[in-house]
């Protein structure tokens, strides 16, 4: 991640990570052979513009294309290579897609950011979302986010933030700060307090809230508020 508060510039060839404009802006790109002007609204002028984007309400885009100038003035923005279906970003925030391959934010402070989508999204409350393939960060409602490289079942963000995956390989943070790094979860968690986990594999670091932290490898389960007066006891 690469932050740049406003108003320096940047002049790149290549891009091939996340940049932070300017919180709340973020833009995920994979080539950028142009200048960046950070300050506000914050532009960003790439190469191939096809369609175009009406972000003012009721925030209706239909492109095949999309590689021309973005505007990132919060709170709505869009970057992405393909997207073959419409996209509403109207409340309740529906968006149906076929193949989206770089970040969505459909209305602040929703975001969504995969490489490919083969199921209906639906944003509204609350924040339900089946796929079948997601292969990075997921921010449904802030401060609620989930970057996975595959999930395979339901994920339900609507409090009490439950979530079933098969693998899980890399961070889960569902509720500011509680964070979670892991490399496989084989079991559900359900980050709802009292915060309890039950995985089968955890093979990284589990920072569930700022500033302890704990390392397991073996199965566990660990329930964090029972924990929390000893916490460094138990470990």
């Not at 108003?7 to 994979?30: A, D, E, F, G």
């Not at 093979?203 to 460094?232: G, M, Y």
């Amino acid at each position: 991640m690469i932050k740049l508060c406003s108003p320096h510039k940047l002049h790149v060839r290549r891009v091939t990570t996340q940049i932070n404009l300017c919180s709340p802006h973020r833009l995920y790109v994979r080539r950028v052979t142009s200048q960046i002007n950070l300050c506000s609204p914050h532009r960003l002028h790439v190469r191939r513009v096809a369609s175009q984007i009406n972000l003012c309400s009721p925030h209706r885009l239909h492109v095949r294309r999309v590689a021309s100038q973005i505007n990132l003035c919060s709170p709505h923005r869009l970057h992405v290579r393909r997207v073959t279906s419409q996209i509403n970003l109207c409340s309740p925030h529906r968006l149906h897609v076929r193949r989206v391959a770089s970040q969505i934010n459909l209305c602040n402070p929703h975001r969504l950011h995969v490489r490919r989508v083969a199921s209906q999204i639906n944003l509204c409350s609350s924040h339900r979302l089946y796929v079948r393939r997601v292969t990075s960060q997921i921010n449904l409602c802030s401060p609620h986010r989930l970057h996975v490289r595959r999930v395979t079942s339901q994920i339900n963000l609507c409090s009490p933030h439950r979530l079933h995956v098969r693998r899980v390989a890399s961070q889960i943070n569902l509720c500011n700060p509680h964070r979670l790094h892991v490399r496989r979860v084989a079991s559900q968690i359900n980050l709802c307090s009292p915060h309890r986990l039950h995985v089968r594999r955890v093979a990284s670091q589990i920072n569930l809230c700022n500033p302890h932290r704990v390392i397991w490898d073996d199965t566990f389960l660990f329930n964090w508020f029972s924990l929390r007066r000893n916490f460094f006891e138990h470990i």
